[in-house]
């Protein structure tokens, strides 16, 4: 059982690096490119967890986007699609920054 859970802890790991982005961390290295807010929140506390500066420093960049892409009225957008280059808000029963 111990062996599961080490290997199960350094593949979690693995995940956060290998979503690091210099925008942050993205939700799925193989399907999702978008920095959403929520996953990004999450991803958070098992990083700060680690004291790992890479993975510390990916924290960050997430902040520095949202904060830069956040609405005229300072709301968070659910997430960033850097590759249209826009912030994403859904207004309309928006549950994943709101």
């Known amino acids: 059982m111990a062996k599961l859970a080490e290997d199960t802890f350094e593949r979690a790991v693995e995940v956060l690096r290998s979503n690091s ?6 939700a799925s290295a193989s ?9 990004s929140f999450i991803s958070f506390i098992g990083s700060n967890m680690l004291e790992d500066v890479s993975l510390l420093s990916t924290s960050r ?3 520095d986007t949202l904060a830069k892409t956040r609405s005229p009225l300072g709301q968070i957008a659910d997430f960033y699609n850097p590759d ?4 994403e808000f859904g ?3 928006a549950t994943d920054a709101s």
């Not at 399907?31 to 996953?39: E, F, L, P, S």
């Not at 249209?84 to 912030?87: G, K, N, Q, V, Y």
């Open 84 to 87: 249209e280059e826009r912030a």
């Open 31 to 39: 399907y999702y490119n978008q920095v959403w807010a929520r996953d």
């Open 21 to 26: 982005t210099k925008w942050g961390v993205r």
């Open 61 to 63: 960049r997430t902040i």
């Open 91 to 93: 207004f309309s029963g």
